[in-house]
């Protein structure tokens, strides 16, 4: 298609597992083992998982902190997976990622003014003037002031670092911002304001975002297709309709059931149907995983519907 942007075609990082006197590979920790996804100009892809599915070594292989093993990483018709290639066409100009550690993911020995302005002094050529200016500007698209400039990281609250990070991930004009877990740390009121931020930005950049999560709740007005993952694969894919009005994979199902409730007078009633697709879950386990514990491969349910199932 035209407007494709970022094509992942089997992906698969795999870690070796090393025992005995001479630390031979005796087997191998499947992260991410053979997913594919699309991500289009201007779109929202969510990745959606507990913590150890593999969803974050997916951001970090297609930025090149982790190593594929095998699989294509296609941006905008050319094959990346080559590092002469990503150089070539500016990858890591075009694809920033914000982190969820906003503290770790800082310099702490560095000010603002010197954080947001390392990309730009990389890739583009400023006068110390023009990359101030320019640095203000990206501040105050995440509203902050210019009295932030010459700050240290631990001066900041964590939605403030957090949007220190949105501003260095935009500085560079990308094509892709892959966002790992972007609210996890914060209190739900500052990841709202951050998500809004990311919003006005998409809006402002028409930047695609790949935002990776395990809240379901946090994504649904983020995301317009959403993959869910488990056990570093794909359980059900396709999109914010399809999965949230009619879930298929018993996995997908006790995500969404523990999205908080605001219905306080239910309450008991949510506790019955969280415990009910537990106990559906513990029952139908072989429905949806083989006998190794491995996900299924997807199949077709509609046009945009994919979930993983057992064949009768």
């Given at each position: 298609?035209?407007d494709?942007?970022?094509?992942v075609?089997?992906?698969?990082?795999h870690?070796p597992?090393?025992s005995?006197?001479?630390?031979?590979?005796?087997?191998?920790?499947?992260?991410?083992d053979?997913v594919?996804?699309?991500?289009?100009?201007?779109q929202?892809?969510?990745v959606?998982?507990?913590?150890g599915?593999?969803k974050?070594?997916?951001?970090?292989?297609?930025v090149g902190?982790?190593?594929?093993?095998s699989?294509?990483?296609?941006?905008r018709?050319k094959d990346?997976?080559?590092k002469?290639?990503r150089?070539?066409?500016?990858y890591?100009?075009?694809?920033?990622?914000i982190?969820?550690?906003?503290?770790?993911?800082?310099n702490?020995?560095?000010?603002?003014?010197?954080i947001?302005?390392?990309?730009?002094?990389?890739?583009?050529?400023?006068?110390r003037?023009d990359?101030?200016?320019?640095?203000?500007?990206l501040?105050q698209t995440?509203?902050?002031?210019?009295e932030s400039?010459?700050?240290?990281?631990h001066?900041f609250?964590?939605?403030?670092?957090?949007r220190?990070?949105v501003?260095?991930?935009v500085a560079?004009?990308?094509?892709?911002?892959i966002?790992?877990?972007p609210?996890?740390?914060?209190?739900l009121?500052?990841?709202?304001?951050v998500l809004?931020?990311?919003k006005?930005?998409?809006?402002?950049y028409?930047?695609?975002?790949?935002?990776?999560?395990?809240?379901?709740?946090?994504v649904?007005h983020?995301?317009d297709?959403l993959?869910?993952?488990?056990r570093?694969?794909?359980?059900?894919?396709?999109?914010?309709?399809?999965?949230?009005q009619?879930?298929?994979?018993?996995?997908?199902?006790?995500?969404?059931a523990?999205i908080?409730?605001?219905d306080?007078?239910n309450?008991?009633?949510h506790?019955?149907?969280?415990?009910?697709l537990e106990?559906?879950?513990?029952?139908q386990?072989e429905?949806?995983?083989?006998?190794?514990?491995?996900?299924?491969?997807?199949?077709e349910v509609t046009?945009?519907?994919?979930?993983?199932?057992?064949k009768?």
């Amino acid at each position: 298609m035209g407007d494709e942007l970022l094509k992942v075609e089997n992906l698969r990082v795999h870690y070796p597992v090393r025992s005995g006197f001479f630390n031979h590979v005796t087997d191998y920790v499947h992260a991410v083992d053979g997913v594919s996804f699309t991500i289009q100009k201007g779109q929202s892809y969510g990745v959606i998982g507990e913590s150890g599915s593999g969803k974050s070594t997916i951001g970090q292989a297609l930025v090149g902190l982790v190593e594929a093993t095998s699989g294509t990483i296609t941006y905008r018709g050319k094959d990346v997976t080559d590092k002469r290639v990503r150089k070539k066409l500016k990858y890591n100009k075009d694809v920033q990622m914000i982190f969820q550690d906003s503290l770790s993911s800082l310099n702490p020995k560095k000010k603002v003014i010197d954080i947001i302005g390392e990309p730009l002094r990389n890739f583009e050529k400023l006068s110390r003037k023009d990359l101030k200016q320019r640095v203000l500007e990206l501040l105050q698209t995440v509203g902050l002031d210019e009295e932030s400039l010459y700050k240290y990281p631990h001066q900041f609250s964590g939605g403030q670092r957090q949007r220190i990070g949105v501003a260095r991930a935009v500085a560079t004009k990308p094509k892709l911002i892959i966002a790992d877990e972007p609210v996890s740390a914060l209190d739900l009121s500052v990841q709202a304001q951050v998500l809004n931020y990311m919003k006005a930005i998409q809006k402002k950049y028409g930047v695609a975002f790949l935002f990776i999560s395990h809240d379901l709740g946090v994504v649904h007005h983020m995301c317009d297709n959403l993959a869910i993952m488990h056990r570093g694969r794909f359980v059900e894919i396709g999109t914010r309709e399809d999965i949230y009005q009619d879930p298929l994979h018993i996995y997908t199902k006790r995500l969404l059931a523990a999205i908080p409730q605001t219905d306080v007078e239910n309450r008991e009633s949510h506790r019955k149907k969280r415990q009910a697709l537990e106990a559906e879950y513990n029952a139908q386990k072989e429905d949806y995983y083989d006998k190794n514990g491995r996900v299924y491969p997807l199949e077709e349910v509609t046009r945009t519907h994919f979930v993983a199932l057992r064949k009768e």
